[in-house]
């Protein structure tokens, strides 16, 4: 199923605007994002493939099943708890039996676990950004051979200086295991090109040196080591990187660039927004999207405060939570019987509604 069917099935219970527009932080440059609830037919809900939740390619428009979108509530996840709080403005289209859902069924001390560990995710991604801005790695992918040294007497070279000084070719030198010596080879080489010697590596992309037939006879010329651990985490990274390039957000990454800090502003911003809402949800049981202070949370995103300077935001506002729990009005947990009665009716009055050919909608469907 796709979000075409669930349009065309009349599936969607809920759909609203999420995101930045929700929070009151949207800039000329903020997509609209778009989640949702959908409830499966009966014989899908029945049958072997549940599907919890259908998005686009681009995961900006997203729509929960009715199951998994209150399992996720009663597990106080953040984003879920942000779709049921959308205020009337973001709202384009609920079903009158979601209103059977209330905050207040939901909220509880939990909050204070899954937000703070939901805002450490954001930090932890917001500095892990550091090591891509400011380690970029060249396009021109490295070999084995950076990654081979000689051992000749009590020095070492690098393998290419040490081939080009002798103006030997790789293709005619021949390596032997050596034992007990892990990545540590003998080395020798066919000057007449007769031996049969398979060269260092097979080609220029090869993945691992290669190792050829040595006679007892032939002579040992030094020892070759490869830091396979070394090339194994450079083609991790490599790879990381170049996938980060190809899929990153281009405006994003000039903001971070620009602002010459060291992290993932917007990262950021959204750990202090997250913060700042369970603080008030602890202290006051309520939920408030759109952000009262719009220009401070942008300021954070244009990078007009350093990294230890959020980080001191931040162990403020987890002190705040910490006191704020302790004498809280929120349940110990979200009242989970009743949530799952409510849960069985909507469901089950959405399946009469199909057995009796009534509609099960009014007002208008989402476009």
């Not at 995101?19 to 049958?47: H, Q, W």
């Amino acid at each position: 199923m796709n979000i075409t069917d669930l349009k065309a099935q009349n599936l969607i219970l809920l759909e609203v605007i999420s995101g930045s527009r929700a929070f009151g932080l949207a800039t000329e440059t903020s997509d609209t994002d778009i989640k949702g609830v959908f409830y499966l037919p009966k014989d899908k809900f029945y049958g072997l493939h549940y599907i919890p939740q259908i998005s686009n390619a681009s995961n900006d428009i997203v729509y929960y099943e009715i199951g998994r979108f209150t399992e996720l509530l009663l597990k106080n996840n953040p984003n879920i708890i942000e779709v049921l709080a959308s205020a009337p403005e973001c709202i384009l289209y609920q079903h009158p039996l979601m209103q059977q859902f209330s905050l207040k069924q939901f909220l509880s001390k939990q909050i204070q676990q899954t937000f703070i560990n939901y805002a450490c995710s954001q930090i932890k991604k917001a500095k892990g950004l550091n090591k891509k801005i400011n380690n970029p790695v060249d396009s021109k992918r490295k070999t084995v051979f950076d990654f081979c040294h000689i051992i000749d007497q009590q020095h070492t070279y690098p393998l290419n200086n040490w081939l080009q000084q002798r103006q030997w070719q790789q293709h005619q030198c021949g390596l032997a295991n050596i034992p007990h010596a892990t990545d540590l080879y003998a080395l020798y080489y066919d000057e007449n090109g007769n031996k049969g010697y398979r060269g260092i590596m097979q080609h220029e992309n090869a993945n691992d040196i290669c190792l050829s037939s040595i006679s007892p006879t032939d002579p040992f010329i030094a020892y070759l080591s490869f830091n396979r651990n070394g090339y194994s985490t450079y083609c991790r990274e490599y790879k990381s990187y170049w996938q980060w390039v190809e899929k990153r957000n281009e405006q994003r990454y000039l903001t971070n660039s620009q602002s010459g800090q060291d992290y993932d502003t917007k990262n950021m911003m959204h750990t202090i927004r997250l913060l700042q809402v369970a603080l008030e949800i602890i202290s006051h049981g309520t939920v408030t999207n759109k952000r009262p202070n719009r220009q401070e949370l942008l300021d954070i995103k244009h990078g007009k405060f350093s990294y230890t300077e959020n980080l001191h935001k931040v162990d403020s506002l987890l002190s705040q939570i910490t006191e704020a729990s302790k004498t809280s009005s929120l349940p110990e947990e979200p009242a989970t019987a009743e949530v799952m009665r409510t849960l069985i009716n909507i469901r089950q009055t959405l399946y009469n509604n199909h057995q009796t050919g009534s509609t099960p909608f009014t007002g208008n469907q989402p476009d």
